[in-house]
């Protein structure tokens, strides 16, 4: 299921909202998603649009697989960087189905500073982490 329609922004007006859009894309295709952290605020904006842009990717991703069940969205922004990390149960999509999404996203992150894998285990589902150290996304700040 495209998520467009779902999540046009993560923004409403100055308010971080993450949170309803994921639960929305959650009611839509009927996959729980057990939120584990958010930060309060959002990234810079630069950060936002990739972190944004690799959740999509990867719920997308989920939703076609049609064996997930249940997925972990953890995103944590502090003094030592930014962490991301998804976790979808299921059946482990194959790496190259879900590694084809992602390519643009790790470069996004690898231009930034930061990295981000995949790793998946048939049968033992898949999981997605990216990370920015706290030094990269105070330099993209002022681009908020």
Known sequence: MALDGLLPDVRAGRTWDLHDQVERWSRSTGITVEVWALPGEPPPRVVEGLVRATILDTLDAFAEDGSVRCV???????????????????SGLPREGLAGRLRVRRAGFAGLGGGLSMNAVPGGGVTVSAALPAHAARRHQRLR
Do not use: K
């Not at 972990?72 to 149960?89: E, N």
């Open 72 to 90: 972990g969205l953890a995103l944590t922004l502090g003094a030592r960087g930014l962490r991301l990390t998804i976790s979808g149960d299921g």
